[in-house]
């Protein structure tokens, strides 16, 4: 920046010029007119007429050279040097003109005309000495030269009256150029504060820019982030009614966690900057990718909903290659959420939300694809929001109640189990799942209560039951992080006198994934009093070898698309390699799912024993269990 200081001086010097040095030549131009008219009758022509419209002629010649338009802006420093090195000499030699001019007319005419000469020289000098004060070197050299000469021809001519008066005009001289001296450094010291003032600003407007840019760019990746994802979002959507049609795709990775603590957090952070730039790779020339915050990015894309979706679903596709991340190769999936404006939402908000519902639901029921967001999903939001509101005022204790669906041992054909479903028939919503029953008391803050009366359900269900009947009972994700819920499970069954071992406590693979550690630590709890720990759909998560040896794990349940699938060969071959898997560990493996004679038949002859599903008995009450163990 001090190399941008200095080129700057130089041109404000000549800017300055170029008001000042037209003006001294029309005087100059003026002084030597009226000179020579003075001179006219008793000088000869040449002096009166010839050489003062030759020197009136070189004056108006500069006047136009100084006074022509020029761009401040575009005028190179070397220009501005070279011009002012050049003023120099050139005001040398024309002061030299004017000079010799004036005194070869002080060779004719009366005392008043010579009085004239001498007024001319001294009006002259000064005024060029304070047209150039922006360019003292030139000033002094003139003043110098002019004043000099002009002694020593007062000396020469020997008049008393001309040496006082060439001495007297000699130390003002001086004194006007101390001055001017004094002001040109004045005119320095200001152009560098000005300097310093201009770079100043750019620094800070340049930090600005650097903090704005920081405080919309993801660290990790270099994308732009959440704040910027949002904020493009709204400059489209300044002019409502106006706005262009676009839509935004909402993309979670599948299986990042797992990956993040098997390999660590550094490995995990190349990861996700590799999958940042393989979705900007896909997305270039077609939409505007952001890191949202961990594993979720955003793109914005100037088209329809359907291009959006075709585009996301490249993107899911992309981030499934795997990725070497040094000596060590590792694959996630993807799975993303159309939202358009402005069908979908008339704001940020509103369309966020809606792409993110579609996202909730791709990894729910489409896991690794793409979905968008329709009136289906409308309908389903609506549904979800007089669920929240029947749920606000629901009495819990007569209207969620458990149902129960038995586990049984094929090789005797006998229930070992039962698992404790929820069932809410809402007089507001009517009947609602067990899956948005506790994602909604999630949202409303009530899923601990909502959960610990369940559970009280539970075990006074298993109190009626015969004794060697285990009972089975889900927790969610929100469960697992609330170490207070897991303290009133364990107080309840310490309170309630049930044996431990009857308990068994399933999590899914997907409601781990949120906080692993924590989700170990609560699960390590409920297996010392002496529950049993079950990984329920086991095979759509994923889980890795590493994960399953961390968790404190007794039962692995199958989840029911293998058993969908369980006369394909393949599939066949998945399932002796997870039952393998499951004895190498010591874990007992059910499968869900079973529907029909054929499946059951399958399973039984891979040498699976514990089987649940439709065929052998749906979720029935309390009351049926007991005729089911008899029978």
Not at 88 to 108: C, H, K, N
Not at 194 to 210: D, F, K, N
Request: hydrophobic share 45%; aromatic share 8%; charged share 20%.
């Amino acid at each position: 920046m001090e190399q941008d200081e200095q080129v700057e001086f130089p041109v404000a010097q000549y800017l300055r010029l170029r008001r000042h040095i037209p003006p001294l030549y029309g005087v100059l131009a003026v002084n030597a007119a009226a000179l020579a008219f003075t001179h006219r009758h008793t000088a000869p022509l040449f002096l009166t007429l010839t050489i003062p419209c030759l020197l009136v002629l070189a004056c108006l010649q500069r006047i136009h050279v100084w006074a022509r338009p020029m761009d401040p802006e575009a005028i190179p420093v070397a220009y501005a040097r070279r011009i002012m090195r050049r003023t120099t000499w050139l005001g040398i030699a024309m002061a030299l003109g004017f000079l010799i001019w004036a005194l070869v007319l002080d060779q004719y005419g009366t005392a008043e005309q010579k009085g004239h000469v001498v007024v001319f020289i001294a009006a002259t000098v000064l005024a060029c000495i304070f047209c150039l004060t922006h360019l003292p070197s030139a000033a002094t050299a003139i003043g110098v030269v002019v004043v000099g000469l002009f002694t020593l021809y007062c000396v020469a001519e020997g008049g008393e009256e001309r040496i006082a008066m060439a001495f007297s005009i000699a130390p003002v001289t001086a004194l006007i150029l101390f001055v001017i001296r004094d002001s040109f450094a004045s005119f320095v010291h200001l152009e560098e504060s000005r300097s310093a003032l201009i770079v100043g600003r750019y620094q800070a407007e340049r930090l600005e820019a650097e903090s704005a840019s920081l405080a919309r760019t993801d660290a990790l990746t270099q994308l732009p982030n959440r704040r910027q994802f949002f904020e493009d979002m709204a400059r489209r959507l300044e002019s409502p009614g106006q706005a262009s049609p676009f839509s935004i795709g909402l993309l979670d990775l599948d299986g990042f966690k797992p990956i993040n603590d098997t390999h660590g957090h550094a490995q995990g952070d190349r990861l996700l900057q590799a999958i940042g730039t393989r979705i900007a790779a896909v997305c270039e020339g077609k939409g505007a990718v952001s890191r949202l915050g961990g594993d979720e990015f955003g793109v914005i894309v100037p088209a329809g909903i359907d291009m959006a979706q075709t585009l996301m679903q490249q993107v899911c596709l992309a981030v499934q290659e795997p990725v070497e991340l040094g000596d060590t190769v590792v694959s996630v999936g993807a799975s993303a959420g159309v939202a358009a404006y402005p069908e979908s939402g008339q704001n940020a908000n509103d369309l966020f939300d809606r792409a993110d519902f579609a996202l909730y639901h791709a990894k729910r029921h489409a896991r690794g694809n793409c979905l968008k967001f329709s009136q289906e999903f409308e309908k389903l939001i609506r549904a979800d929001h007089l669920v929240a509101a029947a749920l606000q005022t629901a009495d819990l204790q007569s209207e969620v109640t458990l149902a129960f669906q038995p586990i049984y041992d094929i090789e005797q054909m006998v229930p070992v189990a039962v698992e404790a479903l929820a069932r809410w028939r809402s007089p507001v919503a009517g009947r609602v799942t067990p899956e948005v029953l506790m994602s909604c008391a999630e949202k409303l803050g009530i899923l601990r209560l909502l959960t610990l009366h369940l559970f009280d359900q539970a075990v006074a269900s298993a109190d009626v039951l015969p004794r060697h009947l285990r009972m089975s009972f889900n927790l969610s994700a929100g469960d697992l992080t609330n170490p207070q819920t897991v303290s009133g499970i364990l107080e309840r069954i310490d309170q309630s006198g049930i044996d431990p071992h009857r308990l068994v406590f399933e999590v899914t693979e997907n409601s781990l994934i949120s906080n692993f550690d924590a989700a170990v630590r609560e699960l390590q709890r409920l297996r010392d009093c002496g529950a049993r720990i079950a990984l329920d759909d086991f095979g759509t998560g994923f889980s890795t070898f590493n994960s399953l040896q961390r968790l404190p794990l007794d039962i692995l349940k199958i989840d029911k698309s293998f058993a969908d699938r369980v006369t394909d060969l393949a599939c066949r071959r998945v399932l002796n390699g997870i039952r393998s898997l499951a004895a190498s560990m010591s874990l007992n493996c059910v499968i869900e799912g079973v529907e029909n004679e054929e499946q059951l038949r399958a399973v039984r002859a891979l040498g699976f024993r514990f089987v649940q599903g439709f065929h052998l008995a749906p979720p029935i009450p309390l009351g049926d269990v007991a005729g089911l163990v008899e029978v």
